[in-house]
């Protein structure tokens, strides 16, 4: 049977509400799981204990830390420490290393759910121009290498990226990963395309929204994700995904 151990380490709200929504749709899916809440000074040592412990537990299969752990608490150690058959988040070098030859058995959840709803649709990604905006490890990149994988010509921008609109313009599907509310507009967008946004940023008034405008975009866009409801619940149903995949996994063993 499968069992995840969601371990959140302090307060940060966001992160609470990420790990809420993880157990509930253990729930709703009849899948095992455990919480492990921690407080804010927790110690790394502490922490790698219970990873150590949990890493040997036969009745979980996942294991997920939440990020951001606090700052006194190195990620990639904690990361670094769980073992890969069981890293449902597929942080783990061992599993990035196994997604960019292509043969792997966790995918970020993330990504994974943005490229599911890309089949869902009935999109197909060989020979498309795929543009992503963003470049970091849980989401930019696995995103790029997914999209590669399915024979999309990719084009990763970030921080640096010069003339950011030529590029997304030129996009047939379009990922979002920003971080900054509403940063991609509908004049960045090319008729037609794809766009998937990935953000999630409150607002003062305390709303959601995504990274892309969506007012502007979905006047332009072909197909688009709204935010709520649209990456999010995707990364969570690939979360119990890899979860399933790891109990048979580590069934094996
Ligand atoms: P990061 O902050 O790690 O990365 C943001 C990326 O955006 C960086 O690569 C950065 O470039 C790039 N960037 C920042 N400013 C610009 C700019 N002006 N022009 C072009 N690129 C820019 O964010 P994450 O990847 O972790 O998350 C991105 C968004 O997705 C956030 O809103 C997050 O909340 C959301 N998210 C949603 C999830 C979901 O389940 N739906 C899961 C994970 C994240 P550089 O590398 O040069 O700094």
Known sequence: MPGLAVIIVGEDPASQVYVRNKERACEECGIYSEKYALPEETTQE????L????????????????????????????IDAINP????????????GKIMVGNYDFVPCTPAGVMELIKE????????????????????????????????TVTICHSKTKDLKEKTKNADILVAAVGIPNFIKGDMIKEGAVVIDVGINRLENKKLCGDVEFETAEKVAG???????????????????????????????
């Open 223 to 253: 197909a688009i994700t709204p935010v709520p409801g649209g990456v999010g619940p995707m990364t969570i149903a690939m979360l119990m995904k890899n979860t399933v995949k790891a109990a048979i996994i580590n069934k094996s063993k």
């Open 46 to 49: 502490e922490l790698l204990e």
């Open 121 to 152: 649709s009935g999109i197909d990604v060989s020979g498309k121009e795929c543009v992503i905006v963003g470049r970091s490890n849980i989401v930019g990149k696995p995103q790029a290498m997914l999209l590669l994988h399915q024979n999309g």
């Open 85 to 96: 058959n069981k890293d449902v988040d597929a942080f783990h070098p061992v599993n990035v």
């Open 51 to 78: 990873i150590d412990t949990l890493n040997n537990k036969s009745s979980i299969s996942g294991i997920l830390v939440q990020l951001p752990v606090p700052k006194h608490i190195d990620e990639k150690t904690i």
